[in-house]
């Protein structure tokens, strides 16, 4: 069905039990629950899957290290499980990846490493690997590129690494083959809770925000996982969910990443640095062919689609990387530079301190008109979040109580049966295709490659079955080239809009994303 007689039809199903607001990482978990319990459900994402902080992540998959150094067990339990599910069901998507502390002191192996065991005790039967202690020779195989001046050797661990963005797809269209309705660029303008009904009933005003159509849709529930911008939704709700009030559920932060070429750490291990000058963690990760650097962790008020660095934060990412590394990290070598906002749930006003105290947790809140707003949490997490969400719904009375645990189990789109042999730090190609390799190369253009793994076929599957409708969709989300190598997303951009305009006989907007190029290596600003 086309993008257009879909959206027409959506107010012709009736009423829907749920309606999601929201396409990131907990807005289609939830909605791939709810299509598998049975229920009727509509998903609605301003922009594009994963367009927001779903994207932007530092792709790990974890229990939560620095969780653990704050005592708080049951986070990382929870989180330790919830990764085993996750690489269970997308094999093609997430893959587990050894990290490596290198030690500059004496105490700091024993120290890590005893942490470390701990954390193989919570993950019990789902841990991926125990934790080790390396010798200095140990450390330098392990991490080529370590700086080796004082090292004297390092603790290996296990943790799990995805391509974010191409697992949120798969969420969705699982979601879909579940029998939901899900559509990007389909804003939600407002919700209105109906008076008059003997059950409780939302009406959303939808607009399309590529061909400007506008729709009216009915739901029994209407669950907000918009992020970080959860508040302007339930500001926008009907009648007020605080009146009189403005309290705020999110307080933002960004995090910064640098993407360098690998041949500044050209092995299949990933660099942990519990500890910077100013008490953060440091990452060198492995991940589709280069190597990521970060994050940063900076309170911000505005809520913009693409923030921008701050100048302190890039120069912390190089300063930090180039003592972790044998070779410094200059300007220069950054391939691509994003920032993505995580949305903390916020403090109460009298509160003291920055983000990194501020809760990483997911906070759910049903307002009086009805609107059920999830946010915080992380990725790892996401599919323990759309349970608890759904829970909440039926503790409210919005939705009967339907038994769930199918979504632990129900393998995501592409799910290959077998392990697949191709790592995820291996450059981008087929493999993250899994076992819809064989659909994508039935597409036009299998043997036309455009660069960095990218095919025609793959640009066409894109458009055909994969939301794609933008020059953006393809080469920031379906595949990663913006977030690897801004320059080739550039060069490469004018061919991914030629075949678009072919199958969607629409302009892809070209010329916004060469701009957006531009910004992903950009000249930082200062605060």
Not at 348 to 353: D, K, R, T, Y
Not at 376 to 387: D, F, H, L, N, V
Not at 407 to 430: D, E, I, N, Q, R
Request: charged share 20%; hydrophobic share 45%; glycine share 10%.
């Amino acid at each position: 069905m086309k993008r257009a007689e879909l959206l027409e039809s959506l107010p012709r199903h009736g009423v829907y039990d749920l309606a999601v607001v929201g396409g990131g990482a907990t807005g289609l978990g939830v909605a791939l629950d709810a299509a598998l319990r049975g229920f009727s459900v509509v998903l609605l994402e301003s922009h594009d899957f994963a367009g927001g902080t779903s994207s932007r992540s530092t792709k790990l998959l974890h229990g939560g290290v620095r969780y653990l150094a704050q005592g708080n067990l049951a986070l990382v339990r929870e989180a330790l499980a919830e990764r085993a599910t996750v690489l269970r069901i997308a094999p093609h998507l997430a893959q587990p990846l050894p990290f490596v502390m290198p030690s500059y002191k004496w105490w700091q192996t024993p120290f890590y490493g005893i942490g470390l065991k701990l954390y193989d005790m919570l993950a019990g039967s789902a841990g991926l690997g125990r934790t080790e202690f390396l010798s200095r020779a140990q450390t330098m195989q392990a991490l080529p590129g370590v700086n080796p001046d004082g090292l004297r050797g390092g603790v290996k661990y296990w943790d799990g690494q995805f391509d974010d963005a191409r697992l949120a797809l798969a969420l969705a269209r699982s979601a879909e083959a579940a029998g939901a309705r899900v559509l990007n660029y389909a804003e939600v303008t407002a919700v209105r809770q109906l008076a008059g009904s003997e059950t409780p009933l939302s009406s959303l005003d939808v607009t399309d925000r590529l061909g400007g159509a506008s729709v009216q849709l009915q739901a029994r529930c209407v669950v907000n996982a918009t992020g970080v911008w959860v508040d302007a939704l339930r500001d926008h709700t009907q009648p007020p969910a605080n009146p009189g009030t403005t309290s705020r559920m999110v307080s933002p932060s960004q995090g910064v990443h640098v993407v360098v070429d690998r041949d500044f750490m050209p092995g299949g291990h990933a660099l942990l640095v519990p500890k910077t000058r100013d008490g953060r963690v440091l990452f060198a990760v492995p991940w589709l062919g280069k190597l990521i650097l970060g994050t940063t962790d900076t309170p911000r008020k505005d809520l913009p689609r693409e923030p921008d660095a701050f100048a302190e934060e890039l120069e912390f990412i190089l300063s930090e990387a180039s003592q972790a590394l044998s070779r410094p990290v200059r300007r220069e070598d950054i391939r691509s530079l994003w920032v993505g906002l995580r949305p903390l749930v916020a403090a109460p006003a009298a509160a003291e301190g920055g983000t990194k105290v501020l809760s990483r947790e997911h906070t759910i809140v049903v307002d009086g008109n009805g609107l059920v707003t999830v946010t915080g949490g992380k990725w790892t997490t996401y599919r323990a979040m759309a349970e608890d969400v759904l829970e909440r719904c039926f503790a409210s009375q919005l939705l009967p109580r339907r038994s769930g645990g199918l979504s632990a189990t129900h393998v995501l789109k592409g799910a290959a049966v077998a392990s697949p042999a191709t790592p995820l730090y291996a450059a981008p190609g087929m493999h993250l295709y899994g076992s819809d390799s064989a659909q994508v190369n039935a597409c036009p253009g299998k043997d036309h490659l455009l660069g960095m793994g990218l095919t025609e076929a793959m640009v066409r599957y894109a458009a055909r079955f994969e939301h794609a409708q933008t020059v953006e969709d393809v080469l920031a989300r379906r595949s990663r080239i913006l977030f690897l190598d801004a320059a080739e997303a550039a060069r490469l951009a004018p061919a991914v809009a030629d075949i678009l305009r072919l199958e969607l006989g629409a302009d892809p907007a070209l010329a916004p994303f060469l701009s957006l190029c531009a910004r992903y290596l950009p000249a930082p600003k200062a605060i």
